[in-house]
């Protein structure tokens, strides 16, 4: 497996500690009641929701094929689910100050896997899982089995998404780093990076994200998953 040297995040500004916008004060009364955080939501939440829509359509047949080991619709969104929830109990390990967020509904039919904000900066984590597969990593792209897969261009546009959302909802300019975390793999290739992500394993990542230098401070960190966790903050308007 070619070594690969990925440059620190030590070039990205840190946000200065802000106070209250104008919109966490606004629908301060939903997230007491629970109603529009987005904290609330579940790893795999909207991955599960899609498996069980699956799994209504052909009830006998999925759970004959699951007997016989055969690819189902219904299989393939349950696998994504359990992956979902093996990063985020990964990520769980991190520590109190790393702050994070599953099943963020990103506008359209985009769900975010995982938000995590953190003393390294922000990040959009995009999670597949491939039992005993074989992943290669190029500056192309990314290839599962050899064949070539758009997650690297998915998960810089989920990146881009975020920075948008958040960057006007705090006020100020917030750069979101892109990052594919596979679970399963039998063996994973890196030649060189996808420009702008970064693609590791469930077992590697909490070691590259450990060595990360601090660039949030406590404060910046608090108001940015304040703002985050709204749905509102989500869906509310661009004001460009």
Same mark, same amino acid.
């Given at each position: &497996?070619?070594?690969?040297?990925?440059?620190?995040?030590?070039?990205?500004?840190?946000?200065?500690?802000?106070?209250?916008?104008?919109? &966490?004060?606004?629908?301060?009364?939903?997230?007491?009641?629970?109603?529009?955080?987005?904290?609330?939501?579940?790893?795999?939440?909207?991955?599960?929701?899609?498996?069980?829509?699956?799994?209504?359509?052909?009830?006998?047949?999925?759970?004959?094929?699951?007997?016989?080991?055969?690819?189902?619709l219904?299989?393939?969104?349950?696998?994504?689910?359990?992956? #979902?929830?093996?990063?985020?109990?990964?990520?769980?390990?991190?520590?109190? #100050?790393?702050? &994070?967020? *599953?099943?963020?509904?990103?506008?359209?039919?985009?769900?975010?896997?995982?938000?995590? =904000?953190?003393?390294?900066?922000v $990040?959009?984590?995009?999670t597949?899982h491939?039992?005993?597969?074989?992943?290669?990593?190029?500056?192309?792209? =990314?290839?599962?089995?050899?064949?070539?897969?758009? *997650?690297?261009?998915? =998960?810089?546009?989920?990146?881009?998404?975020?920075a948008?959302v958040?960057?006007?909802?705090?006020?100020?300019?917030?750069?979101?780093?892109?990052?594919?975390? $596979?679970?399963?793999?039998?063996?994973?290739?890196v #030649?060189?990076?996808?420009?702008?992500?970064?693609?590791?394993?469930?077992?590697? &990542?909490?070691?590259?994200?450990?060595?990360?230098?601090?660039?949030?401070?406590?404060g910046?960190?608090?108001?940015?998953?304040?703002?985050?966790?709204?749905?509102?903050t989500?869906?509310a308007?661009?004001?460009?």
């Amino acid at each position: &497996m070619a070594k690969v040297t990925v440059r620190p995040l030590s070039e990205l500004p840190g946000l200065p500690p802000a106070g209250s916008p104008p919109r &966490m004060a606004d629908d301060a009364r939903t997230l007491r009641d629970g109603a529009d955080d987005l904290a609330l939501n579940k790893p795999g939440a909207a991955t599960w929701a899609k498996r069980e829509e699956a799994n209504a359509k052909a009830p006998v047949r999925n759970r004959l094929f699951r007997v016989l080991r055969l690819p189902t619709l219904e299989r393939n969104w349950r696998i994504g689910a359990l992956g #979902e929830e093996e990063v985020a109990y990964e990520l769980s390990r991190l520590g109190d #100050e790393w702050r &994070m967020l *599953h099943s963020v509904p990103a506008g359209g039919n985009e769900t975010i896997d995982h938000l995590l =904000i953190c003393p390294a900066g922000v $990040f959009v984590i995009g999670t597949t899982h491939r039992p005993h597969s074989t992943a290669s990593v190029n500056e192309q792209g =990314i290839r599962i089995n050899g064949t070539r897969t758009d *997650h690297a261009k998915r =998960i810089r546009s989920q990146a881009a998404r975020a920075a948008t959302v958040l960057g006007e909802a705090y006020g100020s300019p917030v750069q979101v780093h892109p990052v594919v975390v $596979f679970v399963g793999l039998r063996e994973l290739t890196v #030649e060189e990076m996808p420009p702008g992500v970064h693609v590791t394993t469930s077992r590697r &990542m909490l070691t590259w994200f450990r060595d990360q230098p601090t660039v949030l401070q406590p404060g910046a960190i608090e108001v940015l998953h304040s703002l985050a966790r709204r749905a509102h903050t989500w869906t509310a308007p661009s004001r460009t």
